[in-house]
């Protein structure tokens, strides 16, 4: 932990849905959610709008469509438009220090003290502001929220405090006054079952975290998890903004309060760990080819089967069948303690046929109150995705709205136009073809 509040943790606000916001002004204050958008798509981004009604990442689709209201639009995400704007602003955060540690597209570290600035709470704060404004000037309006502390944990945290466009700096001396009213969830590491067995013991907060000893929390969690959350309750977190950082794997684990043996269980268990891989591989722009399997079994013993495949994944669902493939290989009679799901061998995200399945097809309605991705019966013989960017011959850039029954209909607009106006064409007019994301500049 350093003397000094130095490190600076950025997180864009529901960056894929803001950036959708951005290039589509018809859904400016709108409820936008990106991710899946058939049966079985899983939610990646959704907008505060859409959040308000209780939509979330990894959340299955068809639970998002049930709880938001008409008039939300449900888009296929477009990385390379994402892509773009996180480079503008990964070089906002590169003038301010060498020091930058990139997470993931719309997360990153800053090290200040490697760039010789003002590292007083004025200073700071006065540096943050700045670059926030920076940001939603260079992006065309996307926004971020800041965390600055001695250390990346406390960073972290406080980018979260004052969602969306926040700001919190937390100063040298005042970290466990910052963090020990907080839900023991703010943690990292904390996950549902963590915090079911603290909750047993009577923890709620990080200041309850605390007043466990090291022999309690270790025996309550395990050695390693549980040394680690002692020293996050103490704000004990040491370690570096490192700019070469590649993941070679994504992962996600559950542990649970007692051994599960119902296969229906265990089914349940693996789908929502592919859902939270596969949000964090689309989040990354990044997919991978080898998907593993991760078991603890009653007595302690655990172990790990692999599949690799023959091209990378991104997709929930595909990432869940090979996991469920491997899961009924494994002796399952004694019960499970734990399961996790991985993917590896990474590589740069590449577009699959996520959207191409009949059951992702997006048949439009005509009328006038037609909805952005709204599911209809009827087959799409071409595989148009809503949101897709599109340019036509005589009508010029727009996206599409939906698709299906031959038809494509699109909105012709952009960032820079005001709301534009819908129209359905046929869906193999050859004056329409796909088109790279708008200029926003």
């Given at each position: 932990?350093?003397?000094?509040?130095?490190i600076?943790?950025l997180?864009?606000?529901?960056?894929?849905?803001?950036v959708?916001?951005?290039?589509?002004?018809?859904l400016r204050?709108?409820?936008?959610?990106?991710?899946?958008?058939?049966?079985?798509?899983?939610?990646?981004?959704?907008?505060?709008?859409?959040?308000?009604?209780?939509?979330?990442?990894?959340?299955?689709?068809?639970?998002?469509r049930?709880i938001c209201?008409?008039?939300t639009?449900?888009?296929?995400?477009?990385?390379?438009?994402?892509?773009?704007?996180?480079?503008?602003?990964?070089?906002?955060?590169?003038e301010?220090?060498p020091?930058?540690?990139?997470?993931?597209?719309?997360?990153?570290?800053?090290?200040?003290?490697?760039?010789?600035?003002?590292?007083?709470v004025?200073?700071?704060?006065?540096?943050?502001?700045?670059l926030?404004?920076?940001?939603?000037a260079?992006t065309?309006?996307?926004?971020g929220?800041?965390?600055?502390?001695?250390?990346?944990?406390?960073?972290?945290?406080?980018?979260e405090?004052?969602?969306?466009?926040?700001?919190?700096?937390?100063?040298?001396?005042?970290?466990?006054?910052?963090?020990?009213p907080?839900?023991?969830?703010?943690?990292?590491?904390?996950?549902?079952?963590?915090?079911?067995r603290?909750?047993?013991v009577?923890?709620?907060?990080?200041?309850?975290?605390?007043?466990?000893?090291?022999?309690?929390?270790?025996?309550?969690?395990?050695?390693a998890h549980g040394?680690?959350?002692?020293?996050?309750?103490?704000?004990?977190?040491?370690r570096?903004?490192?700019?070469?950082r590649?993941?070679?794997?994504?992962?996600?684990?559950?542990?649970f309060?007692?051994?599960?043996?119902?296969?229906?269980?265990?089914?349940?268990?693996i789908?929502?760990l592919?859902?939270?891989?596969?949000?964090?591989?689309?989040?990354?722009?990044?997919s991978?080819?080898?998907?593993?399997?991760?078991?603890?079994?009653?007595?302690?013993?655990?172990?790990?089967?692999?599949?690799?495949?023959?091209?990378?994944?991104?997709?929930?669902?595909?990432?869940?069948?090979?996991?469920?493939?491997l899961?009924?290989?494994?002796d399952?009679?004694?019960?499970?303690?734990?399961?996790?799901?991985?993917?590896?061998?990474?590589s740069?995200?590449?577009?699959g046929?996520?959207?191409a399945?009949?059951?992702?097809a997006?048949?439009?309605?005509?009328?006038?109150?037609?909805?952005?991705?709204d599911?209809?019966?009827?087959?799409?013989?071409?595989?148009?995705?809503?949101?897709q960017?599109?340019?036509?011959?005589?009508?010029g850039?727009?996206?599409?709205?939906?698709?299906?029954?031959?038809?494509?209909?699109?909105?012709?607009?952009?960032?820079?136009?005001a709301?534009?106006?819908v129209?359905?064409?046929?869906?193999?007019?050859?004056?329409?073809?796909?088109?790279?994301?708008?200029?926003?500049?």
């Amino acid at each position: 932990m350093r003397r000094e509040p130095s490190i600076m943790h950025l997180d864009l606000d529901a960056f894929f849905a803001a950036v959708e916001q951005r290039d589509k002004p018809s859904l400016r204050g709108r409820p936008v959610v990106v991710g899946g958008t058939g049966g079985r798509g899983v939610v990646s981004t959704a907008s505060y709008e859409a959040r308000a009604f209780g939509a979330r990442s990894a959340m299955p689709t068809p639970e998002a469509r049930r709880i938001c209201p008409p008039g939300t639009a449900f888009l296929g995400p477009r990385f390379a438009a994402y892509q773009r704007t996180a480079e503008v602003v990964m070089a906002a955060l590169r003038e301010l220090s060498p020091l930058v540690e990139q997470v993931s597209v719309d997360e990153a570290y800053v090290d200040l003290a490697a760039g010789g600035h003002d590292l007083s709470v004025a200073g700071v704060t006065a540096l943050a502001t700045r670059l926030k404004d920076t940001i939603a000037a260079a992006t065309g309006g996307v926004t971020g929220s800041v965390g600055v502390g001695t250390s990346k944990s406390l960073a972290k945290i406080g980018s979260e405090l004052r969602k969306p466009d926040g700001l919190t700096v937390v100063p040298a001396g005042e970290e466990l006054a910052v963090l020990h009213p907080l839900p023991v969830r703010s943690l990292g590491g904390v996950g549902p079952a963590t915090a079911e067995r603290l909750a047993q013991v009577k923890v709620a907060t990080v200041g309850d975290l605390h007043r466990l000893s090291l022999i309690d929390l270790t025996t309550l969690v395990g050695q390693a998890h549980g040394a680690g959350l002692y020293r996050l309750a103490r704000a004990d977190d040491d370690r570096p903004v490192v700019t070469d950082r590649e993941a070679k794997s994504v992962s996600a684990e559950e542990t649970f309060a007692r051994d599960v043996t119902d296969p229906a269980r265990l089914t349940a268990e693996i789908d929502a760990l592919a859902a939270r891989v596969g949000s964090r591989l689309q989040r990354s722009g990044t997919s991978g080819r080898t998907v593993t399997l991760k078991v603890r079994r009653y007595d302690f013993s655990t172990l790990t089967r692999s599949q690799t495949l023959a091209q990378p994944v991104d997709d929930p669902r595909q990432i869940a069948a090979v996991a469920r493939r491997l899961l009924a290989a494994v002796d399952r009679s004694g019960g499970l303690r734990l399961l996790g799901v991985g993917v590896s061998g990474l590589s740069t995200y590449v577009q699959g046929d996520l959207f191409a399945e009949p059951d992702d097809a997006q048949p439009v309605d005509e009328l006038p109150d037609a909805v952005p991705g709204d599911p209809r019966p009827g087959p799409s013989v071409v595989a148009w995705y809503p949101g897709q960017d599109v340019v036509h011959a005589e009508r010029g850039a727009g996206w599409v709205w939906g698709s299906g029954l031959n038809r494509v209909t699109v909105r012709f607009e952009g960032p820079r136009t005001a709301p534009g106006p819908v129209r359905t064409l046929a869906a193999d007019d050859p004056a329409l073809q796909p088109a790279d994301p708008p200029d926003w500049t």
